[in-house]
């Protein structure tokens, strides 16, 4: 007698089924949150955005169709989860790595927008760009 468990194979667990909970007509779907639909931005999307609201906001919790990787030193990792926890634990404000950086890009490309020359963006690269700091392309 083997001591080995007898397991199903992935073709007997991911095999597609009849049952009649399946077999229901599909339902209406839920009311939307949101009273009234946003319009369509035109041109880039970016000044419309600006021009809705004073200070944008970062996405939030929502599902993105777009990804990138960006790599972080450890000192700066331990900045971001030093803040994380600040926000949790003096603010109140549960948020998870990515809506901390979304937040952060969307209050630095707000500053970049509405000051350009004189925005944090110009100014800090600048000065990384002067000292032989990392560029990526």
């Known amino acids: 007698m083997s001591r080995r468990a007898s397991l ?3 073709s007997e667990l991911f095999r597609i089924t009849s049952s009649p909970a399946l077999d229901l007509p599909p339902q209406a779907p839920p009311e939307p949150v949101e009273p ?3 319009p369509k931005p035109s ?22 169709d777009a990804k990138i990787t960006v790599y972080v030193s450890g000192d700066e990792l331990v ?7 600040t926000l949790r634990a003096k603010h109140d404000l549960v948020v998870d790595r990515g809506r901390l950086v979304r ?3 969307a209050v630095l490309l707000a ?7 004189e925005s944090v963006l110009v100014q800090r690269l600048r000065v990384v ?7 990526e392309g």
Request: aromatic letters at 2%; charged letters at 25%; hydrophobic letters at 30%.
């Open 79 to 85: 900045a971001m989860e030093q803040a994380r926890l």
């Open 103 to 105: 937040e952060a890009v």
């Open 129 to 135: 760009g002067s000292d032989g700091g990392e560029t």
């Open 111 to 117: 500053d970049f927008d509405q000051n350009g020359e």
């Open 8 to 10: 199903p194979g992935a």
């Open 36 to 38: 009234a639909a946003k």
């Open 43 to 64: 041109g880039n999307g970016r000044a419309d955005q600006l021009a809705r609201s004073a200070a944008p906001h970062g996405s939030g919790r929502t599902k993105h």
